[in-house]
């Protein structure tokens, strides 16, 4: 059974840095497409930066508020995905979720078109929160 546990979180002042980190396991071989999500408090979750890792591409997507503030990352070694976040916004707090995509859908697509309903497998989410 796959297991996925978000950590990292915490709080920050503006202009701060974290690093969450997702501990894949359960599985024989690292997932080819996992993301980041979010869900601040009366919002809906909306994907943050995805990552497609193959023997031959290696693509990650972002979505445009987080660009050059945030850098997802894979350890396949250790079966971890990262998102560091530099210059953290009052608007970046929100529970962070990783996620692994659903095997029933073709994994390079769904990293870049960021969707949501595509991915399976959620970690329990770890808060974090920007103070001004």
């Known amino acids: 059974q796959v297991q996925l546990v978000d950590s990292g979180g915490g709080s920050v002042q503006t202009g701060g840095s974290l690093r969450l980190s997702c501990a894949v396991s359960?599985?024989?071989?690292?997932?080819?497409?996992m993301g980041w999500f979010r869900r601040a408090p009366g919002k809906e979750r909306e994907a943050v930066a995805t990552?497609?890792?193959?023997?031959?591409?290696?693509?990650?997507y972002y979505i445009d508020s987080v660009k050059g503030r945030f850098t997802i990352s894979q350890d396949n070694a250790s079966n971890t995905v990262f998102l560091q976040m530099n210059n953290l916004q009052p608007e970046d707090t929100a529970m962070y979720y990783c996620?692994?995509?659903?095997?029933?859908?073709?994994?390079?697509?769904?990293?870049?078109?960021?969707?949501?309903?595509?991915?399976?497998?959620w970690g329990q989410g770890t808060q974090v929160t920007v103070s001004s």
């Open positions: 359960g599985v024989t071989e690292s997932r080819t497409c």
């Open positions: 996620a692994s995509a659903d095997k029933e859908w073709e994994p390079f697509a769904t990293c870049a078109r960021m969707s949501v309903r595509h991915f399976a497998d």
């Open positions: 990552i497609y890792r193959s023997s031959s591409r290696l693509s990650e």
